[in-house]
């Protein structure tokens, strides 16, 4: 803390007191002085942390019309400088809005403007030249007194005014600019003359006295207190005698729900051993010695026979227009209930759709045959005789051992013996021929009348044409019958053309192969020999 040091003089204990030749700016820096401690002692206080200036007063009251009396009040700034109202006799301030727009509302501002060392209260004041010490030393008179129109007073004040908002369908209020702290928002209807209540919207930052801080964390004290009274530790979830927390779906663990919530089911072959089951009240018991006759545990203990209570169900008195005690299922109720009569036995036929779902790991549609008979006879006239479609899996499986898989004979005016189109995706197969066997074996073999070879692809990727068994060294793939075969278009490459290594072809003239991608190498064809 700083003073400004205004002290006397006695040089000799016996002698005279000397006084200081004052300078009016040592009167300045004194209070100064005061001003900054008390500010810093605000800051430290009141208002550090503050994220704004805080208020205290500037209460607010409707007058006639569009008038508001704003009463005094102070604003503490952040850094503790406390600005008071400057009015007259420290009365309210009565600001008035603006007129009302005819069509649209708007919203008014009411702020207090700060300033600092704002200089007031105007005289004409007596100023006398001061001497120099050594014009003092020399025993000089005062100069004579001159009037000076000067400030007796600066203040650092907070003066209440009004900024106007913007008429709008959804106005805003105006927004507080430097050195303004907001008070009162004000709405302002289209139209409207006289303020109501419901008009004035407090935003002052409102602080609280020590006293007032010191109250409400009193009344927190007991509240806290209160809410402590009936609270439950942490350590007290899910544990006995305490509560039941919740899992990550917003559920009671199973393990915390208690055993009646769950009701179990006993089968027992006595009513000795019902009434022996630890069971609790909603648990289920059923009595294989009476026809799997249900019970339920209506109350405790399970060994009081009277709170076992019987399941009873109405009995069925009539069905599909018969009635009696006991009505028995026949074939005619299922056909009514279809709407159509199933194929229960040999002879029996069907008309319409059907319809075969499969279940997982299990066939759709099973059908056998004992001995040489026919186990399907598929006819139609025209369209498609059978429409086989699967995802995922094997569309038609056929396993018949040891006679030939599957037999396909051409009936009469027909152009094929069997037909594969793929009519769908572009990359799929029309037709998929797998062997699994490891010694070579066919996967396909075409014969002609009198079972003459055609052709034979066996399963260690070797195949024949015109004869059986292909006997090929090396890593051979094909082995041709007769005593030529033909190349039907000529070709006539150049030596970069595309190609791939292996490939052959003619023109008239020469013989080309291709030794490398997209490398070709000819020999010229001589004739006369």
């Known amino acids: 803390m700083k003073k400004v040091y205004i002290a006397t003089v006695q040089p000799d204990v016996d002698g005279p007191v000397f006084g200081r030749n004052m300078n009016p700016l040592d009167f300045m820096k004194a209070q100064d002085f005061g001003h900054r401690h008390v500010e810093q002692i605000t800051n430290d206080l009141l208002v550090a942390g503050a994220a704004s200036a805080q208020v205290a007063g500037f209460a607010a009251t409707l007058t006639a019309g569009l008038g508001v009396s704003i009463a005094k009040g102070d604003v503490v700034d952040q850094n503790g400088v406390c600005y008071e109202t400057d009015q007259e006799g420290d009365g309210p301030t009565v600001v008035a809005m603006a007129a009302a727009h005819v069509s649209l509302p708007r919203i008014d501002l009411i702020v207090a403007t700060l300033s600092i060392d704002t200089p007031v209260l105007s005289e004409f004041e007596s100023f006398r030249r001061l001497r120099t010490q050594a014009e003092l030393d020399a025993a000089l008179a005062p100069y004579p007194p001159t009037q000076y129109e000067q400030a007796t007073e600066l203040h650092t004040r907070a003066v209440v005014s009004v900024k106007t ?301 015109g004869l059986a068994n292909p006997d090929l060294s090396g890593t051979g793939k094909v082995h041709m019958g007769g005593d030529c075969f033909r190349v039907d278009q000529p070709r006539s490459p150049a030596s970069n053309s595309p190609g791939k290594a292996g490939e052959r072809c003619w023109d008239a003239n020469y013989e080309y192969l291709c030794v490398a991608t997209n490398t070709w190498k000819r020999t010229a064809l001589t004739g006369g020999y």
Request: proline share 5%.
């Open 165 to 465: 908002g913007v008429p709008n369908a959804s106005p805003a209020a105006p927004v507080a600019g430097a050195g303004e702290v907001p008070l009162w928002q004000v709405h302002v209807a289209a139209g409207q003359v006289t303020l109501g209540g419901g008009d004035l919207t407090d935003v002052r930052a409102l602080m609280k006295s020590l006293y007032q801080v010191v109250v409400d964390l009193a009344a927190a004290n007991v509240l806290i207190a209160a809410l402590n009274a009936g609270a439950e530790l942490i350590a007290h979830k899910g544990q006995a005698n305490g509560y039941a927390s919740l899992d990550g779906g917003g559920k009671v663990p199973f393990a915390q729900i208690p055993a009646i919530a769950i009701s179990d089911v006993f089968t027992v072959a006595s009513q000795a051993a019902m009434l022996a089951l630890t069971a609790e009240r909603g648990d289920f018991a059923i009595r294989s010695d009476l026809g799997n006759q249900g019970f339920i545990l209506s109350a405790e203990p399970a060994t009081n026979l009277a709170y076992w209570k019987p399941l009873v169900f109405p009995a069925l008195t009539s069905f599909n227009g018969r009635t009696g005690p006991a009505i028995t299922l026949l074939l005619a109720d299922i056909t009514a209930a279809l709407g159509y009569t199933p194929v229960n036995k040999a002879g029996d036929s069907m008309t319409g759709a059907l319809s075969i779902m499969q279940s997982a790991g299990y066939f759709g549609l099973s059908l056998q045959c004992a001995g040489n008979g026919i186990s399907v006879d598929l006819t139609v006239s025209t369209g498609i005789l059978l429409n086989l479609m699967a995802l995922g899996n094997s569309c038609f499986k056929v396993s018949l051992l040891p006679e030939p898989v599957l037999q396909v004979a051409r009936a009469l005016n027909s152009n094929y013996i069997a037909s594969f189109i793929n009519t769908g995706d572009t990359n799929a197969t029309g037709m998929y021929i797998k062997a699994t066997n490891v010694t070579p074996a066919a996967i396909l073999n075409l014969a002609g009348p009198g079972d003459a070879d055609l052709f034979q692809f066996l399963t260690n990727g070797k195949a024949s044409l």
